[in-house]
């Protein structure tokens, strides 16, 4: 607790006259603290990778994986450059997970049509 030693203030409880000073206390919120990452998310070798990629797909010699067409955005480029790192054990974070689709209640719906023509 700090005392206000400089504010006076006036409690008005037996006589107006009295000046009393009271305590004061003051809340001080503070973030919680962060969790330090060991050094790098990304390792050099990952880096390396994506450079190669990003590299091919401005000279236009990147091609995507299945369908073998050019590739033409940075995005997929990087992600391309991250996987194969992957492949190779480079230092990369794992993916991010995907959601759930609601490809069920599709299949719910069409069942339902169907069941109520016949």
Do not use: D, W
């Not at 797909?57 to 996987?83: D, Y």
């Not at 959601?99 to 023509?117: I, L």
């Amino acid at each position: 607790m700090l005392f206000a030693s400089r504010i006076k203030l006036h409690a008005h409880i037996a006589q107006p006259s009295c000046s009393l000073l009271l305590p004061i206390s003051l809340e001080v919120h503070t973030m919680p603290a962060k969790k330090k990452s060991s050094g790098r998310k990304y390792g050099s070798k990952a880096s390396k990778s994506v450079e190669r990629e990003m590299r091919a797909m401005k000279q236009g010699k990147l091609k995507s994986g299945r369908s073998g067409k050019k590739v033409t955005n940075p995005k997929q480029a990087v992600a391309i450059g991250l996987s194969e790192a992957r492949k190779k054990g480079a230092k990369v974070p794992s993916p991010p997970k995907k959601k759930s689709t609601k490809k069920k209640s599709s299949a719910k719906k069409s069942s339902k049509k169907k069941s109520s023509r016949k």
